[in-house]
């Protein structure tokens, strides 16, 4: 454990144990006004696909002879390809819809959209078929055959499809659970390429483009920002950051059973945007981690020139850490997350935390104010797990709040709809917080819910994504 509960880094010299520990520089406050303006434009996009579908063809199509299947093809055409934007757009990590939605926010918007693109795309690509082999009184194999072979960019379109079909398949949970996560991630970046090849053929030959300029230009304006907010946030952003602070291991820390923590020290931290409670994804420059990015809360607000992050074992990349040498270069993704004190909406916090989950809670603790009173319940099964539980009860007594730390079994120690109100008598005058693995953050969710604490003061973060 570091001398000083409260501040932490690599040991201190006499020199910097007299100096004020300087604090890095908030992350701008979330703008809903925004976010939502951004809804209504995807919402808006939505609806201009779909007129511009539906006016592209004469309404005597309808009763041409395919006519009907033909029509359904483009419609599902159209709208699948529209979904696939917003998808990507969804996990393009813009700044100003990530601080509101929190990436755990947009993640399940992202699943819960994805098999709409690829149903429709399939459907698509089967009412095509059959619209033409109807039309051109032929067989429906025959037709397919004509399509890839005769139709520019069908058949890059069709491998397009099969690639996301796949993506579509290994995403499915129970398929996904099978995958080691890298390796479903590294099959999922294929997505881009699947949407790229597919991007010709809607151009070439979609009814709403053929003699329409003005709808394939903007169409194509639309394809080409989007692929460039990937560039910018995925891979530009992250880059220009990580060579601005070029944060390197400076010490590693046991903090308990299977629990370091990670002291970076870096460059220009004071201008490092993070507030309490977010996280970022890292990514350790040395062998057999390069190529991985996890996720990892921040475990302390910056002190400049450090950084710290606090790990759980619980998988290769997160044992790893323990043993990391100090020098290694780190390359960090983020900010992200929306959970942080600007989420907060009523007077008092109540933040809960099981096992590691309280690397987010003490970070955010550390950015409330002082006299906040925040209330703090730490879970763990054992007094060992309950890591950085020092640091939490000085930052609560800083706070004038009240801490309780429940250790046993989930029967011995639960927090419930008996036990809450309980521990915690002025519930209704709190927000809640929660924070660490999957399933304890959703029975909390749900015991908050039950005790008729609304959604919009229940902020949480999963350690899954
Ligand atoms: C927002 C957020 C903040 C987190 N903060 C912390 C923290 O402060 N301290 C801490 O110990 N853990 C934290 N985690 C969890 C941590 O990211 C995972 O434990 C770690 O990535 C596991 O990787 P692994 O290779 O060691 O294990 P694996 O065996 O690969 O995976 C173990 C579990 O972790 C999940 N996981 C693996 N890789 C990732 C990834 N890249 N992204 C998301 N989930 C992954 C898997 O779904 C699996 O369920 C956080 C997770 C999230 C989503």
Redesign the pocket.
């Known amino acids: 454990m570091s001398a000083s509960p409260v501040a932490f880094g690599a040991p201190k010299s006499p020199a910097d144990r007299k100096r004020k520990p300087a604090r890095g520089s908030a992350a701008p406050r979330p703008r809903p006004a925004l976010a939502g303006l951004a809804l209504l434009a995807a919402g808006a996009g939505l609806g201009a696909t779909l007129a511009v579908t539906i006016t592209s063809e004469p309404a005597s199509q309808l009763s041409a002879r395919g006519g009907l299947l033909t029509y359904a093809g483009s419609l599902t055409g159209m709208i699948g390809t529209y979904l696939a934007l917003i998808m990507v757009l969804l996990v393009s990590r813009i700044p100003f819809v990530e601080r509101v939605a929190g ?2 926010g947009l993640l399940r918007l992202h699943r819960a959209i994805a098999p709409w693109p690829i149903s429709l795309l399939a459907a698509h690509a089967l009412f095509l078929t059959l619209g033409y082999a109807e039309t051109a009184r032929a067989g429906a194999w025959h037709e397919a055959g004509i399509l890839l072979t005769r139709y520019p960019d069908v058949l890059t379109a069709t491998l397009g499809l099969a690639l996301m079909g796949l993506i579509g398949i290994i995403s499915v949970r129970a398929v996904r659970r099978r995958l ?3 390796t479903w ?1 590294l099959i999922h970046l294929w997505m881009y390429l699947a949407l790229a090849i597919s991007f010709a053929h809607v151009i070439v030959l979609g009814p709403a483009f053929v003699g329409h300029p003005l709808t394939r230009v903007v169409w194509s304006v639309a394809w080409a920002a989007t692929a460039g907010l990937v560039l910018c946030y995925r891979f530009g952003l992250p880059a220009a950051r990580s060579l601005r602070h070029r944060l390197t291991v400076a010490e590693v820390r046991a903090e308990g059973p299977g ?1 370091v923590s990670v002291i970076c020290t870096g460059r220009r931290l004071d201008r490092l945007a993070v507030s309490g409670g977010q ?1 970022f ?1 890292w990514r350790f420059l040395t062998r057999g981690m390069w190529w ?8 302390a607000l910056p002190q400049p020139p450090y950084l710290r ?12 850490l323990a043993s990391i040498r100090p020098g290694t270069r780190i390359a960090i993704e983020g900010p ?2 929306a ?1 942080t004190r600007y989420a907060q909406r009523r007077p008092r916090a109540l933040l809960v935390a099981a096992g ?2 309280v ?2 809670l003490r970070s955010l603790l550390e950015d409330l104010p002082r006299g906040s009173a925040p209330v703090v319940l730490l879970r763990a099964s054992q007094p060992a797990d309950l890591v950085l539980s020092t640091e939490v009860r000085e930052l609560v007594k800083h706070r004038r709040g009240t801490i309780h730390e429940l250790v046993g079994s989930r029967e011995e120690a639960a927090i419930d709809e008996t036990s809450l109100p309980r521990l915690v008598p002025d519930l209704a005058q709190r927000d809640v917080y929660v ?1 660490g693995p ?1 399933g304890f953050v959703a029975s909390i969710v749900d015991t908050a819910r039950k005790l008729g604490i609304p959604d919009e003061v229940i902020h949480h ?5």
């Open positions: 990436q755990d080691r996560r890298e991630w629990v996280f994804c991985q990015a996890h996720p990892y809360s921040l475990s992050l606090t790990v759980k074992a619980v998988g290769d990349h997160s044992a790893g992200y997350g959970f590691i989950g690397t987010a924070c999957e973060e999963a350690f899954a994504l």
